[in-house]
């Protein structure tokens, strides 16, 4: 079983700031790809920023230059940085994980997604 508990959502107003945690804890290999994915309503889910191995980062055009993402990878955690807020950036935010993970027998690498957490921007 492999857990990602995110942390950090809440209601702020346009221009503000906000830092989103996501911690994955249980049968953990190694983690290849930790980051995020946001989901307004009635839209798609969407990629906002990923970090994989060597420090590679990748930050959807919509956030590039306002979002920071950064990993511990001691912790196997994720944070995203989130300045100068919209309130278009109003969504669920999922903490996304690709990994290689135990199974009963044999290690699987799969996709590993959190519960989500709301991050509403008032205008």
């Known amino acids: 079983q492999v857990q990602l508990v995110e942390s950090g959502g809440g209601l702020v107003q346009s221009g503000g700031s906000l830092t989103l945690s996501c911690a994955a804890s249980?049968?953990?290999?190694?983690?290849?790809?930790m980051g995020w994915y946001r989901q307004a309503p009635g839209k798609q889910r969407e990629l906002v920023a990923t970090s994989s191995t060597g420090a590679k980062t990748n930050y959807s055009d919509s956030v590039k230059g306002r979002f920071t993402i950064s990993r511990d990878n001691a912790k196997n955690t994720v944070y995203l940085q989130m300045n100068s807020l919209k309130p278009e950036d109003t969504a669920v935010y999922y903490c996304?994980?690709?990994?290689?993970?135990?199974?009963?027998?044999?290690?699987?690498?799969?996709?590993?997604w959190g519960q989500g957490t709301l991050v509403t921007v008032s205008s």
């Open positions: 249980g049968s953990i290999f190694e983690i290849y790809t």
């Open positions: 996304y994980a690709m990994g290689t993970y135990y199974a009963v027998t044999r290690l699987e690498t799969r996709e590993e």
